[in-house]
């Protein structure tokens, strides 16, 4: 069954008009796709004007580089993509990411099922948002993006051996605040109330 799409019967149909430069599928790709995308951005960027800002970066870039988009894919990954592109290159203007850590230096791998049992996704990504921006961006990409090492290394002008150990401190700080959140009640409570004052500004 196709999925209805308003003014469009079919998504490539909407894909079609954005190419010609149509205003309304402008707002209807912006409608479907803005509150997964802001998600996107505020994995990245900590403060939420900045996320906001970013994602409305991001889909100009959308609407300026459509003729790209060969239709041979998800066009909501390829939208991602782009997002993820104009996040990093926002920290990277900022050098909000740029925390290197020498090799010799990486933390031990921990034990990651920790994760899978103790928290849900929204707990997660609450936590994965309070890391040091250097740990979050490395996590975004390797766990949840999907990038390999190599990619991060090549698209944030860094070793491989950095991006590993930043993942490798990102897990293990995570671990860290999760048996905080676990052991001590008054640590979960300052833990959410600052949480909620980062994201909401």
């Keep these: ?28 790709v912006y409608e479907r796709f803005a509150g997964k995308m802001l998600a996107v951005c505020t994995r990245y960027c900590a403060n939420r004007a900045d996320a906001e800002e970013v994602m409305l970066d991001g889909f100009m870039r959308v609407f300026e580089k459509i003729e790209q988009f060969r239709e041979q894919g998800s066009f909501e990954g390829w939208i ?41 996704e929204n707990d997660l990504l609450r936590m994965v948002n309070q890391l040091p921006d250097g740990y979050r961006t490395i996590f975004n990409l390797y766990a949840i993006e999907g990038y390999a090492h190599a990619e991060i290394a090549e698209m944030l002008g860094i070793s491989e051996g950095t991006s590993k150990s930043q993942l490798s401190r990102a897990r293990t700080l995570l671990q860290t605040n999760l048996k905080k959140l676990e052991q001590e009640p008054e640590y979960r409570s300052d833990y959410y109330e600052k949480t909620y004052r980062k994201t909401a500004h």
């Design 1 to 28: 069954m196709l999925r209805l799409i308003p003014f469009f019967t079919t998504e490539a149909q909407l894909i079609t008009a954005l190419k010609r430069g149509e205003s309304r599928a402008h707002k209807v």
């Design 80 to 120: 991602r993509r782009i997002m993820v592109t104009e996040s990093l290159m926002f920290l990277r203007r900022n050098r909000q990411w740029r925390q290197e850590i020498p090799i010799d230096e990486t933390t031990p791998e921990p034990d990651y099922e920790w994760a899978d049992a103790a928290l849900n």
